[in-house]
């Protein structure tokens, strides 16, 4: 059995990398650098509208991407060792294995990236540096490798706490003056433009990212995206290049998506994550050696950033990837097609990794697109944090409610599709189911809640006309509502966008 099918169903072996062979660079004496960007939701929401949104969310996200391979490639060329020494880079993150170490070049690096987020982003995001001793047996060695994570883990968030280095810094940060609503950029709100453009600099470089992103060309130069300390070309490979839908060979914007949608001019953005990874990766076989921990994290990678994007293009070209990898995704998209592909990706990694001990949580929030986009961020985070705090995980927030995935998919089947089957298009009926779902919660609370039943019945007899085949509908309702009245304020929810005029 090859390691890949230790951890992940064979269906999905096309999502499998060749291993990292570290033989050839392995030594008794070496040092293992961890870089991790940090803030990077404050990075690509953080003042921008939601009318430029779509222009420059997928490239800042990509951006993240290739500012680290461009990192990971300069501490290469300052240590002078070779670029096969890094070992991973992916999801804001790399790490790379020297075999030899310079005090006084690392802390040169740090000072130049440093300086880089101060004088382009205001210090908002940056990169921590970290580095750690280790030696040839701690990459064979089964305890002595779960000691290295940890080690290198430690390091990293420890760094955290010294961010961009201030006490080496001028605390003061520049800013530009003169800004007037003339001269401001349209797209970040923050930076003053020049005369004769329409945008600042570093938001022009997200934008020739985004069309680069976009178009069939798959390189582009490390300078052209404003990064300044190094002139590299850059590969824009699949998972760095994702899916976005396009409108007449462009980006579509948010707009175009939401007018796509069925029923009500919506969007939705997804935020998900797996569940108990941390956990799981301390106390399984993943971390007995490098070879279990490149294969397992390189999968989970490859499925967030590879094979979801994929299947969006084919199935729901409503969507737009702001990022997909590590172990989560946010997607913006028609709000109809982002709750089916957020059912469709919770099934598939459910197939797709073969423990039971790891699952998936879902934040949803559907808005008009006019809304600001980090607002529907923070809201999707805080949601997806509601679904985390389920025993067990492995649970859905959307629509304000938080329930188990089995029983919201088992409720939501019901309810859809006997609703489609009679057709309810009685407006007043399905809001007053919501407030009945919201009695049948508060049963508990209150004993006058436990009317619901009778006003169920009365309201039902009142608005629904038709067959026999009515009281089974009466009696579907009268279930779900009493037995999962969380999961059918759900369904029914849905069910109000998809019918609702536009």
């Known amino acids: 059995m090859s390691k890949f099918s230790s951890y ?105 990236i440093n300086a880089y987020f101060i004088k382009n982003f205001f210090g908002v995001s940056g990169v921590s540096l970290s580095c750690v001793n280790c030696e040839r047996a701690d990459f064979a060695e089964p305890r002595r490798y779960k000691k290295l994570r940890d080690k290198i883990g430690k390091a990293v968030e420890l760094e955290k706490f010294k961010k961009l280095n201030l006490k080496e810094q001028d605390p003061v940060l520049l800013y530009d003056k003169g800004i007037t609503n003339q001269t401001l950029c349209r797209i970040c709100n923050i930076r003053k433009i020049a005369h004769d453009k329409d945008k600042c600099e570093i938001c022009a470089g997200f934008v020739r990212l985004g069309e680069r992103l976009a178009s069939d060309s798959k390189k582009i130069n490390s300078k052209d995206i404003g990064i300044d300390f190094m002139d590299v070309d850059l590969e824009i490979s699949e998972n760095i290049g994702s899916y976005v839908a396009k409108n007449a060979g462009s980006i579509a914007d948010f707009e175009d998506l939401a007018k796509k949608s069925r029923g009500d001019n919506a969007i939705a953005v997804i935020k998900a994550d797996v569940d108990n990874m941390e956990n799981f990766i301390k106390h399984s076989d993943v971390t007995q050696n490098f070879a279990n921990f490149d294969t397992f994290s390189k999968g989970i990678n490859n499925f967030f950033s590879l094979y979801v994007p994929r299947k969006m293009k084919e199935k729901f070209e409503n969507s737009y990837t702001v990022f997909a990898g590590g172990d989560d995704l946010l997607i913006v998209g028609s709000y109809d097609q982002m709750i089916e592909l957020a059912v469709f990706v919770r099934q598939e990694f459910m197939k797709f990794i073969k423990t039971k001990d790891l699952s998936i949580s879902f934040g949803i929030v559907l808005a008009k697109p006019s809304t600001p986009i ?56 399905l809001y007053r189911l919501l407030e009945l779902c919201e009695m049948s919660k508060k049963v508990c609370e209150d004993v006058k809640n436990t009317m619901w039943k009778s006003k169920l019945s009365y309201s039902f007899t009142r608005n629904m006309q038709g067959s026999g085949e009515m009281n089974e509908l009466l009696l579907m309702l009268n279930n779900v509502i009493e037995n999962n009245p969380k999961e059918s304020k759900m369904a029914i929810c849905e069910y109000i966008y998809k019918r609702r005029e536009r």
């Open 374 to 429: 980090s607002f529907l961020a923070q809201t999707s985070e805080k949601w997806l944090e509601s679904s985390k705090e389920m025993s067990g995980k492995d649970a859905i927030t959307i629509f304000g409610e938080t329930t188990k995935w089995d029983s919201y998919l088992s409720v939501r089947s019901k309810i859809l599709s006997e609703f489609e089957k009679f057709n309810i298009d009685n407006t007043a009926f």
């Open 8 to 112: 992940f169903n064979d269906d999905f072996a096309n999502l499998e990398q060749d291993p990292k062979n570290i033989d050839e660079i392995l030594q008794d004496r070496m040092f293992l650098i961890g870089g991790d960007f940090y803030g990077i939701q404050k990075f690509i929401f953080d003042n921008l509208g939601s009318k430029n949104a779509a222009k420059v969310l997928r490239a800042k996200s990509a951006f993240c991407e290739l500012f680290m391979m461009v990192l990971a490639k300069f501490i290469c060329q300052k240590l002078g060792i070779d670029e096969k020494c890094i070992l991973s880079c992916t999801a804001g993150k790399f790490e790379i294995l020297s075999p030899n170490f310079d005090e006084a070049t690392f802390e040169e690096i740090k000072g130049v």
